[in-house]
């Protein structure tokens, strides 16, 4: 019988700043391209190509994240949505992804405190918050997150599939983001991240259509393991858990149900 393992707190309190430093600056950046009196309104007045731009630099806060020492250390799942995949995939152990949970949820509401500091701007959209546009049916908005999540966990997924690729992954997220902001921003707020979700909505105080931003991407997640698993997407097994910094796994965490027959163990790296 192995001996037990000591929850990897480092791991934790990564992923933990990670998800802070994802909301702390990324919805800065929806605050300044939306927020009433900020210039960026007057300087670009197209709403659409303000949406492409949030959605870019959104997704390029994530890809930073991702390549950082934060996510050296965690993997930068940075979302609920892509840690209950791995789960489903047997890339993470439960007692992990629990911890990637509360780590998630708890970075994101600390995350969402210095928002307060925008102020009048910041209020004026809810910080950020993802609310359901009015006029559409809560089916029409949940049916947006779901799809646009499917994007990024089957997007996600086939890169880090491949060996050849994967090293790219974190630039899959800037174009992915712009072009679904753009698309479905105006349905949902496309947040694909129940943990986005939630950092604003606390400090906002603004919980209208809240079940959404959780169901839309959990089922997401299921449905898009399930059709990596299926016959047109089989092939080449997710080897490790991480978004990039792949050979580092110093806790072993990552590499939980990997497969290693006919392939050489993984090193561990410190």
């Known amino acids: 019988m192995s001996p037990r393992r000591s929850p990897p707190w480092p791991v934790y309190g990564a992923e933990l700043a990670a998800t802070a430093l994802l909301v702390s600056v990324g919805l800065s950046v929806v605050i300044l391209d939306f927020g009433d009196g900020s210039p960026v309104g007057r300087l670009i007045p197209s709403e659409g190509l303000r949406r492409l731009i949030t959605g870019f630099l959104f997704g390029a806060t994530g890809a ?125 707020g496309t947040s694909t991240n129940p943990a986005r979700s939630l950092g604003p909505a606390v ?10 931003y959780w169901v839309g991407p959990l089922a997401a997640a299921v449905l898009g393991v399930a059709i990596l698993r299926g016959p047109l997407l089989s092939g080449v097994e997710i080897e490790v858990a991480k978004l990039w910094h792949f050979e580092h796994d110093r806790h072993g965490v990552f590499r939980a149900g990997t497969r290693t027959r006919g392939m050489r163990p993984p090193q561990r790296a410190g």
């Open 64 to 188: 930073l994240i991702a390549v950082s020492p934060l996510g050296r250390v965690s993997g930068a799942h940075i979302n609920p949505a892509v840690t209950v995949g791995f789960r489903l995939l047997g890339k993470l152990r439960t007692r992990d992804t629990i911890g990637y949970l509360v780590a998630q949820l708890t970075g994101a509401v600390l995350g969402a405190i210095p928002l307060l500091l925008w102020g009048r701007m910041g209020r004026s959209v809810a910080f950020g918050a993802t609310l359901p546009e009015r006029g559409h049916a809560d089916a029409e908005v949940l049916g947006g997150e779901i799809v646009t999540t499917l994007a990024l966990i089957l997007g996600l997924f086939l890169f880090l599939r491949h060996r050849r690729i994967r090293r790219f992954t974190p630039l899959l997220f800037p174009f992915l983001y712009a072009a679904m902001v753009f698309l479905e921003g105006p349905l949902s």
């Open 203 to 212: 400090v906002s105080g603004v919980w209208r259509g809240w079940w959404i």
